[in-house]
């Protein structure tokens, strides 16, 4: 069994800078590991993940350029750092540890998520 938790979410105007932490306890931080999101009335969606060693990172398209996940496996803690922030942004943020990969199902553990909101 894994926990996850996040931190570093909060309050940043249209074009500012966070970055999040999500540590993990347990058996083990070998897994690959996700950054999703859910904004207010929408489904949960994709944003970026990382295989267990960091050698191969993916993101959705959106984030591109603005995002970047890393992890630090000997401090068993995932990393998402989000730069030119959008309004469009506002989401409670999730980290997940599973297989790799887009899709939700993949992940089998989650932490209970942290809010983002950028201000326009």
């Known amino acids: 069994q894994l926990q996850l938790v996040e931190s570093g979410g909060g309050l940043v105007q249209a074009g500012g800078s966070l970055r999040l932490a999500c540590v993990v306890s347990g058996r083990t931080f070998m897994y690959a590991m996700g950054w999703f999101r859910q904004a207010p009335g929408k489904d949960r969606e994709f944003v970026a993940a990382?295989?267990?060693?960091?050698?191969?990172?993916t993101y959705a398209d959106s984030m591109k350029g603005r995002f970047t996940i890393s992890r630090d496996n000997a401090k068993n803690t995932l990393y998402l750092q989000m730069n030119s922030l959008k309004p469009e942004d506002t989401a409670v943020y999730y980290c997940a540890a599973g297989s790799m990969s887009t899709t939700s199902q993949a992940y089998k553990y989650w932490g209970q998520g942290t809010q983002v909101t950028v201000s326009s």
């Open positions: 990382i295989t267990w060693n960091g050698g191969s990172t």
